[in-house]
């Protein structure tokens, strides 16, 4: 019963290096979301994909490219990272609008 | 667009107190609301969500929370807080209803519960 799995758990990256951050579903769910959670901040809306073929931005998307590769699983690319860009990144899915969203357990990510 | 404000960025109780955070929300139309819990280190977890009819919800843990449209405010509520209650609490907005609002998921800023033994 894996949920929502995110890969990597933990990541320490150059600036200017790019990186992909891989989430995945086994929930069969239609939607998908990718926050960054700073502190003081709360969780922000980077993208989200309300079903498989769709990706809209959210609150702070520059920075960022996001793919929904297929129903199970929507990736957050890096192109080009930059320190401000160190964050714990969280992935979460819902069945549909009348349901919750069910995270993952979140990737530390480091730009140096 | 749809937002979420809670005031309270920490809070202090002692155990056995009762709880109260607050949580605002804007949006048009008929929302859909949640609580979420964050221990340290930890994903979120649902404590509680309303979709419609009672205003009044219960959660997990002894947690409720009270829907009032007319003060636009979700506020999360515990009579008698635990040790073991001690995180970080999050309350979440989404379009509510056939508004096809593309299930966008919007969260506040938090409130950090530490609890006096």
């Known amino acids: 019963n894996a949920g929502v799995t995110q890969t990597p758990k933990f990541q320490v990256l150059k600036t200017g290096q790019s990186m992909t951050l891989q989430c995945a579903q086994d929930?069969?769910?239609?939607?998908m979301y990718w926050y960054r959670q700073d502190p003081g901040m709360g969780l922000r809306l980077i993208y989200y994909?309300?079903?498989?073929?769709?990706?809209d931005k959210g609150e702070v998307p520059n920075g960022y490219n996001v793919s929904r590769l297929n129903k199970r699983e929507f990736s957050l690319r890096l192109e080009s990272a930059a320190p401000s860009q160190t964050s714990v990144y969280f992935c979460?899915?819902?069945?549909?609008?009348?349901?919750?969203?069910?995270f993952g357990q979140g990737t530390r990510l480091t730009v140096v | 667009a749809q937002s979420v404000t809670q005031p309270d960025i920490h809070i202090t109780v002692s155990e056995g107190a009762s709880l109260e955070l607050r949580c605002n929300y804007s949006?048009?139309?008929?929302?859909?609301l949640f609580w979420y819990v964050q221990s340290p280190g930890q994903g979120l977890q649902l404590l509680l969500k309303?979709?419609?009819?009672?205003?009044l919800v219960q959660g997990i843990k002894g947690f409720e929370a009270e829907f009032k449209r007319s003060q636009s405010s979700f506020n999360l509520r515990k009579p008698s807080v635990h040790w073991s209650d001690a995180a970080e609490y999050f309350c979440?907005?989404?379009?509510?209803?056939?508004?096809?609002?593309?299930?966008?998921?919007?969260f506040g800023t938090g409130t950090q519960l530490k609890v006096e033994l």
């Open positions: 309303y979709f419609s009819g009672d205003t």
């Open positions: 979460a899915s819902r069945r549909g609008s009348t349901t919750e969203a069910f």
């Open positions: 949006y048009g139309a008929t929302p859909y």
């Open positions: 979440a907005v989404a379009p509510g209803g056939l508004t096809g609002g593309g299930n966008k998921l919007t």
């Open positions: 929930m069969n769910h239609n939607s």
């Open positions: 994909s309300a079903s498989e073929g769709t990706t």
